[in-house]
């Protein structure tokens, strides 16, 4: 099947066109070229740099919004943020 578009390029409603530039294409291949695209050493200074910037006890980082919806109800979490 070839690569076409539904529609011409002008006729598309776009929601949002993010501004990548050579700074983030470098970031991205950096932790790419770390190994740790995953859990990691950035994703901790990630967590620690919110958890000062919101004061928070405790932050994670996750992939998707269904996974902080399920973190949010996880009896664990609520038993913790109550005390």
Known sequence: ?????????????????PLIEN??????????QSGWIGTGPKVARFEEAIREYKGAAHVAAVNSCTAALHLSI????????TK
């Open 1 to 17: 099947m070839p690569d076409v578009p539904i529609r011409p390029k002008d006729r598309f409603l776009v929601f949002g066109a």
């Open 23 to 32: 700074a983030e294409i470098e970031e991205v291949v950096k932790t790419l």
């Open 74 to 81: 996880w009896p664990p979490a609520s038993v913790r943020a």
